[in-house]
């Protein structure tokens, strides 16, 4: 979805550097979400927000933490990369009540 | 915790109409159910959403049973271009509920 965008779009880097991983959108939307998928696999929430000042843990919040500088705008930081940290992110936005989920195009992290 | 059991995957054939089962026997009271459909490297896209009966939208149904224990997404007459994974999804994060993707199912479709 165009409204919700992903930067990079691709990553490589090397186990114990820090990386930041953006998404912004254009939907208005107050909510917003970090998953994370593995091949195979479903995905995995990572850490959600309702709106700017809340915060909140998803089920794999470990190695992992974020930011919400404005409505628009959460950042997902990984602190020090390490290979298992390697997957496809996905920021979502949505707009409450039933959790109906938006997705951006996805950040394909690969860590050496 | 709500767990979502999904077949791993399902053929069909153009113009037929297929149905996808999900279960989730922990439902909470709170819970909807969500279907998203995923293409390769692409985000998961919203297909369909309900609480309980049948809801319809110009591309799915979704059918859930009284005791929601489960529900059936259905597609009808698939082209080619239905084949993706679709994913159940069962929670509600409102008021620190959880919110959890199954495995997917894996739908081909073949001409």
């Known amino acids: 979805d165009a409204d919700v965008t992903q930067t990079p779009r691709n990553r490589i880097t090397k186990t114990g550097k820090r990386i930041m991983l953006e998404c912004s959108q254009t939907?208005?939307?107050?909510?917003m979400y970090w998953y994370r998928q593995d091949p195979g696999l479903g995905l995995r929430l990572i850490y959600y927000?309702?709106?700017?000042?809340?915060?909140n843990k998803g089920e794999i919040s470990d190695g992992y933490s974020v930011s919400r500088q404005a409505q628009a705008k959460f950042s997902l930081s990984l602190e020090s990369a390490i290979p298992n940290q390697t997957a496809l992110y996905f920021c979502?936005?949505?707009?409450?009540?039933?959790?109906?989920?938006?997705f951006g195009p996805g950040t394909r992290l690969t860590v050496l | 915790l709500a767990k979502t059991t999904q077949p791993i995957s399902m053929d069909s054939y153009e113009g037929q109409e297929v149905n996808i089962t999900c279960s989730h026997n922990?439902?909470?009271?709170?819970?909807?159910i969500t279907w998203y459909q995923q293409f390769p490297s692409q985000g998961p896209r919203f297909i369909i959403q309900?609480?309980?009966t049948k809801v319809t939208n110009e591309v799915a149904s979704l059918f859930i049973p009284a005791d929601r224990k489960s529900s059936t997404l259905s597609l009808p007459r698939v082209s080619l271009s239905d084949t993706a994974v679709y994913y159940c999804?069962?929670?509600?994060?409102?008021?620190?509920?959880?919110?959890?993707f199954g495995q997917g199912t894996e739908l081909s479709v073949k001409p």
């Open positions: 979502a936005t949505g707009t409450g009540g039933t959790d109906t989920q938006y």
């Open positions: 939907k208005g939307h107050d909510r």
């Open positions: 927000s309702f709106d700017v000042k809340d915060i």
């Open positions: 922990n439902i909470a009271t709170n819970d909807y």
């Open positions: 309900g609480y309980k």
């Open positions: 999804l069962v929670g509600d994060l409102n008021q620190g509920g959880k919110l959890i």
